[in-house]
């Protein structure tokens, strides 16, 4: 089977994805070197409600098989943090008032990955049994959260078990620039290497 950077949302997909994941080889988190085992699922952008049904159908049919999923929603979360923190409702009220620009910086601050996104997950994966954590909402965050930015700060939190996130775009590898996430198969600026293309694995 042929993969490319960006993979559609069908069958053949799907198959894949249950076969890799699903496996041994997958779940002990073999052959990866020194490597955190972080796997992209790359998909296109446009296939974003599909992709949310893969997603879904691929978490009941892995239960089913005895592999528990823990799904985080980046976005789902970032709603779940700013409410915690009781600023939600503040910050519907000054989006009105103040630019784009302002507005992302603000978010920024308080949904930092390092200070509070990825202590936030850390206390997800603590309390919860699971073989496989399923990373979504990539897209819907952009651009006040960038994915490599969570990533980088997940490293020394979630290593212990796979984790697969589902990105809308390309995951590319070249000798000149190195590896990259393009969002929206448009944005190349994200400069992260320590992962592996999902659809790059073998069952």
Do not use: W
Not at 97 to 105: A, C, N, R, T, V
Not at 170 to 186: I, P
């Amino acid at each position: 089977m042929t993969m490319s950077n960006v993979q559609a949302c069908d069958k053949k997909s799907y198959d894949h994805l249950f076969s890799v994941i699903s496996s041994e080889h997958f779940l002990k988190m073999q052959g990866l070197g020194n490597e955190v085992p972080f796997f992209i699922c790359p998909f296109r952008p446009e296939e974003s409600n599909e992709m949310l049904r893969l997603e879904d159908q691929l978490t009941k049919q892995l239960q089913k098989n005895g592999i528990n999923i823990l799904a985080i929603n980046l976005y789902d979360l970032s709603i779940e943090l700013l409410k915690e923190r009781e600023i939600f409702d503040q910050i519907l009220e000054v989006e009105q008032q103040i630019d784009k620009e302002q507005l992302k910086e603000l978010l920024q601050g308080v949904l930092d990955p390092e200070s509070h996104l990825a202590p936030a997950i850390a206390s997800k994966l603590s309390s919860t049994e699971y073989d496989v954590l399923f990373l979504s909402g990539v897209g819907e965050v952009f651009p006040y959260i960038r994915s490599h930015n969570v990533l980088n700060n997940l490293q020394s939190t979630a290593k212990e078990k796979p984790t697969v996130i589902f990105f809308p775009g390309a995951y590319t590898h070249s000798l000149e620039s190195g590896a990259s996430l393009d969002l929206f198969g448009r944005l190349h600026d994200d400069k992260y290497y320590r992962a592996f293309n999902i659809y790059h694995c073998e069952a």
